[in-house]
């Protein structure tokens, strides 16, 4: 019953225009109030939630994404990976997505791996006459490679939050993450033959 009101005055406070901050925040602190939480309990709580060293896996792993971002490791990688997979039919999808693949696996954030790969790729593959829905949509895919292909943040916040261990999590995500690889890569190649795209030279 305390669910369905919760989730009732939390609609209300919506449908009346509170921001989603207040409403959400209110509720919580009200549910707090009302279930007789001590003040005294705030300072222990919070400091009991950052205590886990799984944790600082998380900014370590931003702040390594950041910098392959910033020092352009996106270019050299896309520039690898094409030399080697280009002259396939669908070369530069194939190679966004193997270059998705590969900075998932290094970054650990699908945020950083689609701006990574995606502001070398979508210009390059506009250029080269790939449709636009296509590209973003490939892109778009190829992001979610970095939830499932360890190391992946989100894995390591769920196994914090639900007390699992992360190392079996990382495990169950390669064999999810490379069977999305490899399809996302035999579409590509299909799309591109039936569309007539030309291949890119040795």
Excluded at 33 to 61: C, E, H, W, Y
Excluded at 140 to 162: D, Q, R
Aim: proline fraction near 5%.
């Amino acid at each position: 019953m305390t669910i369905i009101l919760t989730l009732a005055a939390m609609f209300a406070l919506l449908l009346i225009r509170v921001p989603v901050a207040f409403a959400l925040g209110g509720l919580g602190l009200g549910m707090l109030i009302l279930g007789g939480f001590s003040p005294l309990m705030a300072p222990q709580a919070i400091l009991s939630t950052l205590d886990g060293f799984i944790l600082l896996a998380v900014p370590l792993f931003l702040l390594m994404s950041n910098t392959l971002l910033r020092a352009g490791v996106g270019n050299d990688l896309f520039a690898a990976v094409s030399a080697w997979v280009g002259h396939w039919p669908g070369g530069l999808a194939v190679a966004t997505i193997l270059s998705c693949g590969v900075f998932a696996a290094i970054s650990g954030s699908s945020v950083a791996t689609a701006a990574t790969i995606g502001t070398v790729a979508i210009p390059e593959m506009i250029n080269r006459g790939y449709n636009k829905r296509f590209v973003y949509g490939l892109l778009a895919a190829g992001g979610t490679l970095g939830i499932l292909i360890p190391p992946s943040i989100p894995m390591i916040i769920y196994g914090f939050v639900t007390e699992e261990s992360v190392i079996a999590l990382f495990l169950a995500g390669i064999g999810p993450g490379i069977a999305l690889l490899v399809l996302f890569i035999i579409f590509s190649m299909v799309y591109a033959r039936l569309g007539g795209q030309e291949r890119e030279p040795k």
